[in-house]
């Protein structure tokens, strides 16, 4: 029987929608931006396969699991995060608890991929954000400052890219692995 696969995406700065290219192509499935795709649509599919970027603590576009849950929950549903922190598991879980309600967690899988950033390629609002934090965090003594704040210092004079076609690889091992049950 064949598995009927959709990866859909929300993308801001274009990290989501690489890794959801590249994920789409190795599982030979349909592609669609979220707005691009609706409830009526996901019928056709056995496995769907979320991915959004973690802005300020909230995964882009992710109202629309959420929002389409009855009609999906009985599919192998995934849903994967791009963000700029290394993967962490109480980082991950607090973003679950603040996005998605637990019944729908308990029951779709879950990933973390590492993004990009280049200050220069921000939207004005982001930029402003960004210097808003690079200030707040140079007031702090040098002692104080995270991993993560270091990363946002840096940012600013020099794009970081931990893009990495590889991490895709758990992924499509889980959703593989899954087609064989069905």
């Known amino acids: 029987?064949?598995?009927?696969?959709?990866?859909?995406?929300?993308?801001?700065?274009?990290?989501?929608?690489?890794?959801a290219g590249w994920i789409a192509l190795k599982l030979d499935a349909d592609?669609?931006?979220?707005?691009?795709?609706?409830?009526k649509d996901l019928k056709a599919y056995d496995t769907i396969i979320y991915g959004g970027p973690l802005y300020i603590g909230k995964i882009k576009g992710i109202k629309f699991i959420t929002n389409n849950y009855e009609y999906i929950k009985?599919?192998?549903?995934c849903v994967?995060?791009?963000g700029?922190?290394?993967?962490?598991?109480?980082?991950?879980?607090?973003?679950?608890?603040?996005n998605i309600p637990k019944e729908i967690t308990d029951n779709i899988k879950i990933f973390y991929?590492?993004?990009?950033?280049?200050?220069?390629?921000?939207?004005?609002?982001?930029?402003?954000?960004?210097?808003?934090l690079r200030?707040?965090?140079?007031?702090?003594?040098?002692?104080?400052?995270?991993?993560?704040?270091?990363?946002?210092?840096?940012?600013?004079?020099?794009?970081i890219d931990y893009i990495d076609k590889k991490s895709i690889d758990i992924l499509l091992n889980n959703v593989c692995s899954n087609n064989e049950e069905l």
């Open 1 to 19: 029987m064949e598995n009927k696969i959709a990866v859909i995406y929300k993308s801001k700065y274009g990290a989501t929608k690489r890794y």
């Open 31 to 39: 592609l669609y931006e979220v707005s691009d795709i609706g409830k």
């Open 74 to 77: 009985e599919k192998n549903v």
């Open 80 to 82: 994967f995060m791009v």
């Open 84 to 98: 700029m922190r290394e993967f962490n598991d109480e980082y991950i879980n607090f973003t679950l608890e603040n």
């Open 113 to 132: 991929f590492r993004g990009k950033m280049n200050y220069q390629e921000l939207s004005l609002k982001d930029k402003i954000l960004m210097t808003g």
């Open 135 to 159: 200030v707040s965090i140079s007031n702090k003594k040098q002692s104080d400052i995270s991993d993560d704040e270091k990363m946002i210092l840096e940012v600013i004079n020099k794009p």
